[in-house]
């Protein structure tokens, strides 16, 4: 099992930044990422992020986003820039244990224009 505790959310104007982050009970060996459900829509991926620091990005994020993680402190994390309005959505924390995926409860981010 694995408990993921993810922070960051809240309200930012369009063009503002946030860093989300995401603390997880044990260390993952695996990819850990995020991912984003806006209303009425899928939830689709943002980005993740394997052991060895290389990242990969969901086909929406362009270039605003960056993913890290820490190994030592079993976090990860996203550094938001430029947001728009377009980006407001719950945002989840997952990762793969023994190849089996866990999802965090989500975090709020809402981008007023």
């Known amino acids: 099992q694995v408990q993921l505790q993810a922070s960051g959310g809240r309200l930012v104007q369009a063009g503002g930044c946030l860093r989300l982050?995401?603390?997880?009970?044990?260390?993952?060996?695996?990819?850990m990422g995020w991912y984003r459900q806006a209303p009425g829509k899928q939830r689709e991926l943002v980005a993740t992020?394997?052991?060895?620091?290389?990242?990969n990005y969901g086909n929406s994020i362009r270039d605003r986003f960056s993913i890290s993680r820490d190994n030592d402190k079993n976090t990860v994390s996203l550094q938001m820039s430029n947001l728009e309005p377009e980006d407001t959505a719950v945002y989840y924390c997952?990762?793969?244990?023994?190849?089996?995926?866990?999802w965090g409860r989500g975090t709020q981010v809402t981008v007023s224009s």
């Open positions: 982050s995401c603390q997880a009970s044990r260390s993952i060996a695996e990819d």
């Open positions: 997952a990762v793969k244990y023994l190849e089996i995926p866990f």
């Open positions: 992020i394997t052991r060895g620091h290389f990242p």
